[in-house]
């Protein structure tokens, strides 16, 4: 049972434009949400996170929003530039040291 | 500051064969977790160790196991390979237990053949 989902596993995006990344959960007990971005030949690199009590966190050129009602968050990354092409997982956890990740998006920033 | 390490960065084994990795954390990070990463899964947890303990497992069978030192450096061992095995494993570090942000190695990629 995946309780994280990112169901596009592939975005294409012009660069200068937004680019949003979705994600689904399914556990009502997830109470902080984390996006890591990773590129080939290198491990996840933490790029931000949001808690359960806030709807929105914001860092530079990231946004991430979170609807618990719809169990869903996205990261929004305004510009995009050529450098944010890698693959991005969203993860979540309750607290009880143990992450679930989902399956990963693959952004390409079009030059 | 080092980052997290992870030895081997390659490993080939056999079928049947066992294979330990090995991940030191960043300096002062007292929590290691360990991940499987495949095509089409994600990152699935494995363990995580913190001041020498294991403080939580994911849903692999017990042919994984895993271990913490008292300098904060772990090992994770896979016993009886399969070919199901291969994969990337990433080991993540972080200061307290409950830390929610992990710092990650790079990896090691495991081919089972």
């Known amino acids: 049972d995946q309780q994280v989902k990112q169901n596009s596993p592939s975005l294409s995006v012009q660069e200068g434009r937004i680019s949003i990344l979705n994600c689904d959960y399914t556990n009502s007990m997830f109470d902080y949400f984390l996006w890591y971005k990773k590129y080939p030949a290198e491990g996840p690199t933490f790029l931000i996170s949001?808690?359960?009590?806030?709807d929105k966190n914001e860092d530079g050129r990231f946004t991430v929003f979170l609807n618990k009602s719809a169990k869903h968050l996205s990261l929004h990354i305004v510009p995009s530039q050529p450098g944010d092409s890698a693959v991005y997982f969203c993860?979540?956890?309750?607290?009880?040291?143990?992450?679930?990740f989902g399956t990963g998006t693959r952004l390409k920033v079009l030059a | 500051k080092a980052g997290v390490t992870q030895t081997p960065r390659y490993l080939i084994k056999t079928r049947g064969q066992q294979v330990t990795l090995s991940c030191s954390p960043i300096s002062g990070h007292r929590s290691v977790s360990w991940y499987q990463q495949t095509p089409g899964q994600g990152l699935q947890f494995l363990f995580e160790y913190f001041s020498e303990t294991q403080r939580n497992k994911g849903n692999f069978p017990g042919r994984f196991s895993g271990r913490q030192f008292s300098n904060s450096r772990s090992e994770m061992n896979v016993s009886t390979l399969e070919l199901g095995d291969s994969a990337l494993y990433l080991c993540?570090?972080?200061?307290?237990?409950?830390?929610?942000?992990?710092?990650f190695g790079p990896g090691t990629r495991l081919t089972v053949t």
């Open positions: 949001i808690s359960s009590i806030k």
């Open positions: 993540a570090s972080s200061k307290q237990s409950s830390s929610y942000e992990q710092y």
């Open positions: 993860a979540a956890t309750s607290g009880t040291y143990k992450y679930i």
